[in-house]
């Protein structure tokens, strides 16, 4: 075997990545591949290189040896990866074929039975089938230690790519395929419109074709203009449906930082951008101001979203662009006593967000109209007056869990404890109480998957720590608190 040598004098040495992921290496070996493919250096039947130099020695058969096992172990991971997709998919679908194992008999075979909730057979049944498969995607999410929306993509991902391209899939499952090529083949022809097998089969003929030939970054690219090609709905249809996806969401990074993420009409993202340039350029002409225009748009993001007061020039943080409404928004710190006095240096906590250094915690301090400093205690965690002997679960007891209990009960869950109900362990009628003790954080979905299907929470009565068991017997511990 015998790789060509002008592959690697043509390539961009800064394209050959160092990175610890394998994939900038992987793209350039695949783009060489595709290179060699173009020139017909490639024997595409078998996909080997051939043997084009007669004097070939013992090193390169040797070297030769040592690809052809690393093409064999690349293809049996794709092949694991796909088994892995096709398992998750199959219990899923069995879960809705049969939900008995998840949740329980079906009750409306009782001829005697009646819905306490009112509901006819027919809800009931598809309710079953419903809270089946959310205690199976949980089942799977906490066995294989991944998120619920982890298992939920792979899940569909087979299911599009099994239904929409089977060749795709069965390309996938013998191990000719990479994952990223099946997720981008699966997200696409998911996009397809419905009841329109015609498009499904251009597209994944044409999606194979391309898969076995391009690198993931270009399949990709290549990919979505053949899905342009297919698809039978105009792109004012698309937009609308597409526009309905909108959304904002927030990633924590790392040293401090977050990521806020838009995803929003073309248009209306481009406006955003232009006054956010405009503000930076504006403030960026003062004389004495040091900041960056990347720093400028920065915070003037900010300061347009939290309504905050102008700022003095060059305060990190502050952009100084006068902005409408005075309304700050409430925050929750927790402060190691230690710290606070300058004998220990754990940083101090913003409820939602995770660490945060005590310069930001105290600044925020001042700056929040409404606030709670949480001192903790350095064993056992500062102890909260509250009131007992009312049922209603009160905002500073709700605020309170939010930082001992910062995300939902779930394993892998974290939904802040903001957005979570928070269930009564022990329920108010048999005697539990409203009390931090008694009181957990779940968001709607796992506070229903609790009540509705196999999935049982319990406490240690010594330790206090909480262990859910799902509904085939396996025993999972909650996450451990952050701090
Ligand atoms: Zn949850």
Redesign the pocket.
């Known amino acids: 075997m015998v790789v060509p040598a002008s592959a690697t004098d043509r390539s961009d040495p800064t394209d050959v990545g160092c990175a610890p992921w394998p994939d900038d290496d992987v793209v350039q070996a695949d783009a060489d591949a595709a290179w060699a493919i173009d020139l017909g250096l490639v024997d595409l039947v078998n996909g080997a290189f051939p043997s084009t130099d007669p004097g070939h020695g013992p090193a390169e058969d040797a070297l030769a040896c040592l690809l052809e096992r690393l093409e064999d172990r690349s293809r049996e991971r794709h092949r694991a990866t796909a088994a892995e997709y096709d398992l998750i998919f199959q219990v899923i679908a069995d879960a809705s074929a049969d939900p008995d194992p998840w949740v329980g008999p079906d009750p409306t075979l009782d001829r005697l039975w009646s819905d306490p909730r009112g509901r006819t057979v027919t809800a009931v049944r598809r309710d079953r089938i419903d809270m089946a498969e959310r205690a199976a995607v949980a089942e799977i999410a906490v066995r294989l230690r991944v998120a619920e929306q982890t298992v939920r993509a792979r899940a569909a991902h087979a299911g599009i790519l099994r239904n929409r391209c089977p060749r795709v899939w069965a390309a996938f499952v013998d191990g000719r395929l990479s994952e990223r090529h099946a997720v981008e083949t699966a997200r696409l022809a998911a996009s397809l419109p419905d009841g329109d097998p015609g498009a499904w089969a251009a597209f994944d003929d044409g999606a194979l074709d391309r898969a076995l030939r391009l690198s993931p970054a270009r399949f990709a690219t290549s990919a979505r203009v053949l899905r342009e090609r297919v698809h039978s709905e105009s792109i004012q249809e698309r937009h609308r449906r597409a526009r309905d996806e909108r959304g904002v969401w927030l990633t924590p990074d790392l040293d401090g930082m977050a990521t806020v993420t838009a995803y929003l009409p073309a248009d209306r993202a481009a406006a955003a951008l232009t006054r956010l340039d405009h503000a930076a350029r504006h403030l960026a002409a003062v004389d004495g101001e040091e900041r960056t225009l990347a720093q400028l748009r920065a915070d003037a993001f900010a300061d347009l979203l939290t309504g905050t007061d102008p700022a003095p020039r060059s305060t990190p943080g502050r952009s100084g662009v006068a902005v409408g409404g005075t309304n700050r928004p409430g925050v929750v710190i927790t402060i190691p006593a230690l710290t606070l006095l300058g004998a220990d240096t754990t940083p101090a906590t913003i409820d939602g967000y995770g660490p945060v250094d005590l310069d930001t915690a105290r600044r925020l301090a001042g700056e929040a109209s409404s606030w709670i400093r949480l001192l903790t205690h350095p064993v056992t965690g500062a102890p909260l007056a509250l009131d007992r002997t009312v049922y209603r679960v009160t905002a500073a007891l709700r605020r309170w869990l939010g930082v001992t209990s910062p995300t939902?009960a779930?394993p892998g869950?974290g939904?802040p404890a903001r957005e979570?109900d928070l269930d009564h362990r022990r329920a108010w009628s048999k005697g539990g109480t409203t009390d931090a003790d008694n009181l957990e954080p779940?968001?709607r979905?796992?506070h229903r998957m609790r009540h509705e299907t196999r999935w049982t929470p319990a406490r240690d009565p010594d330790t206090g720590d909480l262990t859910w068991t799902s509904p085939l017997g396996a025993r999972i511990d909650a996450d451990p608190p952050p701090f």
């Open positions: 939902c779930f869950c939904r979570c779940e968001c979905h796992h």
